[in-house]
Every structure is written in C-alpha cells, then in structure tokens.
C-alpha cells in the first residue's frame, strides 16, 4: 500500500512571505461580496447607529450572530454600553440609510423615523431584516472587537420582496459596470472606515 504524501506546512519564518498592506488587503476583500447593514441602540435617551457590512450568522443553538465593529469608533462603545442592540439588514433602494450611517458626516437619525424596540433601543423601519440582539461576547482582533449577540428575536416583513443591498468591489450591486472607468462608492462609505461611526 502506497504511502500517504506528507502534508507540507507553511513557512512561518520565511522572510519572503510579507503581510499585504491595509490597502492592498482591502482591495483583495473587496472581491468578497457582503450585505450591508446598519447596527442600531440607544444610549442615554439618545439613538446611536453606525453601517456595517461584516456581519453573520454564528450559531442556530442557541442564535447567535456576529459582527465587528472598530474599537477607534464612536457609536460602538455606547452600543457594547447599552447591551442591546439591532442589525438592520438594507435593501438595495435604501442607498440613503447606508449614506446616513455609513459616514462620520452621515445624518444618521436626523428626521428620521424608527421605532423603539420592545428591549428598548432603536430599529430602522421598513428593512429586509432586523435582528434583535444583546451582546454575549466581545472578542479582541487587531484594530476591531469581534462582537457576539445572542439573538432575542427576528423581524422580517412578509411584503419586502426586493433584493438586498450588496457592497462589491468596492461599489453597491454586482451588476454595476467594472473597470477604471466605473464609479466607486463614496470614500466616506468605505475606505475601510465602516464600523468606527
């Protein structure tokens, strides 16, 4: 019986294997196509919310779900303060409530009507999904908090039948045109800065 071949382990201490800078590292996540959502609370009688597109499902027993959130940010150590939280998934015609959360100059809740959940804090109307949650874990990893919720409930109208919301090479939908001619997505809306609002 033939040997089975040995498995070959990466160099750790190669000196020629060199960590992509953050804009190169960027550019290459950008490849990965993700929804957008928008992490709402409220914090001291005031609503808070920043936009967010790393954000998934963890576990089915018990839910949880996960999202990061840079620790440099604003909105995020209110949100880990209050406990409890939203994720408001977006649709694709809802480009205004990613521009409102999605940049520090964003007018986030300004004229802005939401609801209050039943556990207290805020949730956006009219979403693909809110996710109902409060905060179960906050795990360190390199400039973000890796966080956990356990999820208190869904809330997912039966009647919003559009698509979701993708952010695609560094653009919103995949069926954008591609190459240095096409229109990138605000800088304010990305540049690695979602999740520091």
Request: a negative charge; glycine letters at 8%; one cysteine or more.
């Amino acid at each position: 019986m033939p040997a089975e071949p040995a498995l070959s382990t990466p160099p750790h201490s190669d000196p020629m294997t060199v960590a992509p800078e953050p804009a190169e590292f960027r550019r290459a996540m950008s490849e990965f196509a993700t929804g957008v959502t928008v992490i709402t609370a409220i914090d001291g009688g005031e609503p808070i919310g920043f936009a967010c597109q790393s954000f998934t499902s963890v576990s089915l027993e018990p839910p949880l779900i996960l999202f990061c959130a840079d620790r440099r940010g604003r909105s995020w150590p209110r949100i880990r303060a209050a406990g409890r939280f939203c994720v408001n998934v977006l649709g694709e015609d809802q480009r205004d409530l990613c521009q409102r959360f999605g940049s520090s100059r964003g007018r986030k809740f300004e004229e802005l009507a939401f609801d209050v959940s039943p556990w207290g804090y805020a949730a956006l109307r009219d979403v693909l999904l809110g996710v109902h949650a409060e905060v179960q874990d906050v795990h360190h990893a390199g400039d973000h908090d890796v966080v956990i919720g356990r999820v208190l409930a869904v809330q997912r109208p039966e009647d919003r039948l559009e698509r979701p919301m993708v952010f695609f090479r560094s653009r919103f939908g995949v069926d954008e045109p591609v190459g240095p001619e096409a229109p990138d997505a605000p800088d304010a809306w990305w540049a690695g800065q979602w999740g520091w609002m």
